[in-house]
């Protein structure tokens, strides 16, 4: 298995752009999460999918962090407008039986995402 | 809330140093803990996982404990090696969250 796939690896932008993550989980996995990773936060939960619905996204910063989980396969991360505070780098992970005592998540490589 | 809080912040240690990274967390109503490593510039990978019902699990040169009444768990590395060198974090899952650590920097002189 290829495990979890991230795009782009790296990103970077202008103030004011529109940014996309884009995630793919390992197969048969049906948990999905996004994460930020900065210095001063450390890996924070932004938001969790269970069976492509959204469960919980209080995570979430801002109304301008969205995302969406059209199918098992792909999954987006939308910043809009971008602000140079968002500049992190964003994990995608995927499990198998979140929410039981024996699940792992198993991360992908990450985005590096600089906003300038 | 679940806090979960990694001390030493960094360590260095020479190679062949026997080594222990404390992790605590405040509610002990988890339904696993693990620890992970994470390279530079890179994801996370599971090193060990420890069930609530669990009190340690031990793979090669690493051993990991649990203490859930206590709130404590520490990771033990046997005879480090340069390669261990890297970011270790201590994750607590209550339902369907997890709850990382601010992450133990080792770095292994040869």
């Known amino acids: 298995d290829a495990g979890v796939i991230q795009s782009p690896r790296h990103e970077v932008t202008e103030m004011g752009q529109e940014v996309t993550l884009r995630c793919k989980p390992i197969?048969?996995?049906?948990?999905l999460f996004w994460y930020r990773q900065t210095m001063m936060r450390g890996l924070e939960l932004l938001i969790y999918?269970?069976?492509?619905?959204?469960?919980?996204d209080s995570g979430m910063p801002e109304d301008r962090f969205s995302a969406k989980m059209p199918n098992a396969s792909f999954s987006t991360l939308k910043i809009q407008p971008s602000e140079p505070r968002d500049s992190a780098v964003y994990f995608c992970?995927?499990?198998?039986?979140?929410?039981?005592?024996?699940?792992?998540?198993?991360f992908g490589p990450g985005t590096r995402l600089t906003v300038l | 809330k679940q806090e979960v809080t990694q001390i030493p912040a960094a360590l260095s240690v020479p190679e062949g140093e026997n080594l222990v990274l404390n992790c605590s967390f405040t509610d002990s109503a988890i339904y696993n803990l693990q620890w992970f490593r994470q390279d530079p510039g890179k994801g996370l990978t599971s090193l060990l996982l420890i069930q609530s019902s669990q009190r340690e699990q031990t793979s090669g040169r690493l051993n990991a404990s649990l203490d859930k009444s206590s709130g404590r768990s520490t990771l033990y590395i046997a005879a480090s090696q340069p390669g261990d060198s890297a970011t270790y974090l201590c994750?607590?899952?209550?339902?369907?969250?997890?709850?990382f650590g601010a992450g133990t920097r080792l770095f292994v002189k040869a």
């Open positions: 999918f269970n069976n492509n619905v959204p469960i919980d």
């Open positions: 992970a995927s499990s198998k039986e979140a929410g039981t005592s024996t699940d792992t998540q198993y």
């Open positions: 197969s048969g996995h049906n948990s």
């Open positions: 994750a607590v899952a209550g339902g369907f969250k997890t709850i």
